[in-house]
């Protein structure tokens, strides 16, 4: 963890970002000035009440959006410099997006949404033995052919990382991964992502609500009000092979010792 690549890179290097939208006559400021680095190899989340501008933050991050000011170096280059075609291709080269509702193509099989950033990217070799190697990489190499309806919300967030990961991108951003699956998918995508993480390094930043999920990663970011309110280490991650998530009762019962309101706990049920 915290491994510096050849030339000392972070992966992420932001200063001072804020950003405002302007609507009608209202300026909103949505980030208030924010610093974060994120070194090659980190697993971290992002969390924070609705509204706090974790999506923001996640659209500047993966340079689909610019700051209103401050500067941001992306694996060494500063993105704030570039122009539209220019952000395409660093984006489609160094960054693999994960979305909460897959984003998949109705009418295309696993091994085509995987192939197709491959040839975004243009470069020559062979699209379909990559994408079968990745597809192989998530435990989907015997659904090639099957289309989104034909899979699981588990297996078809799976085809996601997949797609995702298959230009070997430098930083994988992720918004809300596990929001739509049940614990047990969501248990499987987390396997993925800490063996992509411990295995080939890949940094990975996550938007989650869940502090269960959270606790799966080794670094947490807080926002409130557009502000990083803090920034820990999470001393002993989880390990999604082993950990068992409490039962609901049980998440409830320790919900109901630091805040029922008011009464005893047992004059709820
Ligand atoms: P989060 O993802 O933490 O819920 P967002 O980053 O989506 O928060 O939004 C933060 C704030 O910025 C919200 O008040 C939201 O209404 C506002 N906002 C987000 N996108 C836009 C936009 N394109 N135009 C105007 N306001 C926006
Ligand atoms: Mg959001």
């Not at 075609?85 to 193509?105: E, M, S, T």
């Given at each position: 963890?915290?491994t510096?690549n050849?030339?000392?890179?972070?992966?992420?290097?932001?200063q001072?970002?804020?950003?405002?939208?302007?609507v009608?006559?209202?300026?909103?400021?949505v980030?208030k000035?924010?610093?974060?680095?994120?070194e090659?190899?980190?697993?971290?989340?992002?969390m924070?009440?609705?509204?706090?501008?974790k999506?923001?933050?996640?659209?500047?991050?993966?340079a689909?959006d610019?700051?209103?000011?401050?500067?941001?170096?992306l694996?060494?280059i500063?993105?704030?410099?570039?122009?539209?075609?220019d952000l395409?291709?660093?984006?489609?080269?160094?960054?693999?997006?994960?979305?909460?509702?897959?984003?998949?193509?109705?009418?295309?099989?696993a091994?085509r949404?995987v192939?197709?950033?491959?040839?975004?990217?243009?470069?020559?070799?062979?699209?379909s033995?990559w994408?079968k190697?990745?597809?192989e990489?998530?435990g989907?190499?015997?659904?090639?052919?099957?289309?989104?309806?034909?899979?699981?919300?588990?297996?078809?967030q799976?085809?996601?990382?997949?797609?995702?990961?298959?230009?070997q991108?430098?930083?994988?951003?992720?918004?809300?991964?596990?929001?739509?699956?049940d614990?047990?998918?969501?248990?499987?995508?987390?396997?993925?992502?800490?063996?992509?993480?411990?295995?080939?390094?890949?940094?990975?930043v996550?938007v989650?609500?869940d502090?269960?999920?959270?606790?799966?990663?080794?670094r947490?970011?807080?926002?409130?009000?557009?502000?990083?309110?803090?920034?820990?280490p999470?001393?002993?991650?989880?390990?999604?092979?082993?950990?068992?998530?409490?039962?609901?009762?049980e998440?409830?019962?320790?919900v109901?010792?630091?805040a029922?309101?008011?009464?005893?706990?047992?004059?709820?049920?």
């Amino acid at each position: 963890m915290n491994t510096l690549n050849e030339n000392g890179t972070a992966v992420i290097d932001i200063q001072g970002i804020t950003k405002t939208y302007t609507v009608g006559e209202i300026d909103l400021q949505v980030l208030k000035g924010i610093d974060l680095r994120i070194e090659p190899g980190e697993f971290l989340s992002i969390m924070g009440p609705s509204g706090s501008g974790k999506s923001t933050l996640m659209n500047i991050l993966g340079a689909l959006d610019q700051p209103t000011t401050g500067t941001y170096l992306l694996d060494g280059i500063d993105v704030a410099q570039l122009q539209e075609k220019d952000l395409a291709r660093i984006r489609n080269k160094k960054i693999g997006f994960v979305f909460q509702n897959f984003n998949l193509l109705k009418r295309t099989t696993a091994q085509r949404q995987v192939e197709l950033p491959l040839l975004y990217a243009g470069g020559g070799g062979n699209r379909s033995l990559w994408a079968k190697t990745a597809l192989e990489a998530v435990g989907l190499g015997n659904r090639l052919a099957h289309l989104p309806s034909e899979l699981s919300g588990g297996q078809q967030q799976r085809v996601a990382i997949a797609r995702a990961l298959v230009n070997q991108p430098t930083l994988i951003l992720a918004d809300e991964p596990t929001g739509n699956l049940d614990t047990l998918s969501g248990k499987d995508v987390m396997q993925i992502f800490q063996k992509l993480n411990r295995e080939q390094g890949i940094t990975t930043v996550f938007v989650t609500h869940d502090p269960w999920i959270a606790r799966h990663t080794n670094r947490v970011v807080m926002l409130r009000d557009g502000l990083i309110i803090a920034d820990q280490p999470i001393t002993n991650p989880l390990d999604a092979d082993t950990a068992e998530r409490p039962s609901e009762a049980e998440e409830l019962a320790t919900v109901f010792e630091n805040a029922y309101y008011g009464g005893k706990a047992v004059e709820y049920n």
